[in-house]
């Protein structure tokens, strides 16, 4: 079955410091792809950044970055230079089976970061 | 560009009533979703539409929950008869539904069911 684990339920960083958030993932399909999304505590949920499971490099957009290691089947995030914005939860999803019309995502249970002045 | 908009943003019914949502997608995406958030059982797919033909209804939790997409701009959710343990976010959330399937969500309902 797939699944996505994140154990952090929470973290703290200091600002303008790195934070790393853990994701795994289990999925039998050779193709995925892995999502992470961010939740303010305004509500909505933002699409962050993508990575594919045959991209061959990590993927970046901005401050945020994914450090993906197929072979452990993780995909973690890494949030640069911390802002107070950046407070938030974080999401890791994936969507797999690709050989059927399907784009359904299963969603991680959640990581909330909390940034310190 | 708009996003996709829900309505109404805020929802407060007693118990046994009628309770419709509502959801205009982003324009051009192919795929609408439904999800329902709750502190306890976190982010739940519901159920999930493409080209308006609903594809994945298995989070629906009973039959007391149904949902719609009659085009491409506008899906309904609707709770009848509405219970207290219905009170939550939900989430509309659309794709492209190809390339990466990143999904875009609207700002969410809150329901409070008394």
């Known amino acids: 079955a797939q699944k996505i684990t994140q154990t952090q339920p929470g973290m703290f960083v200091q600002e303008k410091e790195a934070v790393t958030l853990d994701c795994t993932y289990d999925?039998?399909?050779?193709?995925?792809?892995l999502f992470w999304y961010k939740q303010p505590s305004s509500g909505e949920m933002i699409f962050l950044i993508y990575?594919?499971?045959?991209?061959?490099q990590n993927a970046t957009e901005g401050r945020y970055s994914l450090n993906f290691q197929k072979a452990r089947k993780s995909a973690n995030l890494v949030i640069s230079a911390s802002q107070l914005g950046d407070s938030a939860m974080y999401f890791c999803?994936?969507?797999?089976?690709?050989?059927?019309?399907?784009?359904?995502?299963?969603f991680g249970p959640g990581t909330s970061l909390s940034v310190i002045p | 560009d708009a996003g996709v908009i829900q309505s109404p943003r805020h929802e407060v019914t007693e118990m046994g009533q009628e309770v419709t949502l509502r959801c205009k997608p982003i324009?051009?995406?192919?795929?609408l979703f439904w999800y329902r958030q709750t502190m306890m059982r976190g982010l739940e797919l519901l159920i999930y539409?493409?080209?308006?033909?609903?594809?994945?209804d298995s989070g629906m939790p009973e039959d007391r929950f149904s949902a719609k997409m009659p085009n491409a701009s506008f899906s309904t959710l609707k709770i009848q008869p509405s219970e207290p343990r219905d009170s939550a976010v939900y989430f509309c959330?659309?794709?492209?539904?190809?390339?990466?399937?990143?999904?875009?969500f609207g700002p969410g309902t809150r329901l409070t069911v008394t």
């Open positions: 990575q594919g499971s045959y991209d061959q």
């Open positions: 999925t039998s399909d050779p193709s995925y792809g």
């Open positions: 539409f493409n080209n308006n033909v609903p594809i994945d």
């Open positions: 959330a659309s794709s492209t539904g190809t390339g990466r399937y990143e999904q875009y």
């Open positions: 999803a994936m969507r797999a089976t690709p050989k059927t019309s399907y784009d359904k995502v299963i």
């Open positions: 324009s051009g995406h192919n795929s």
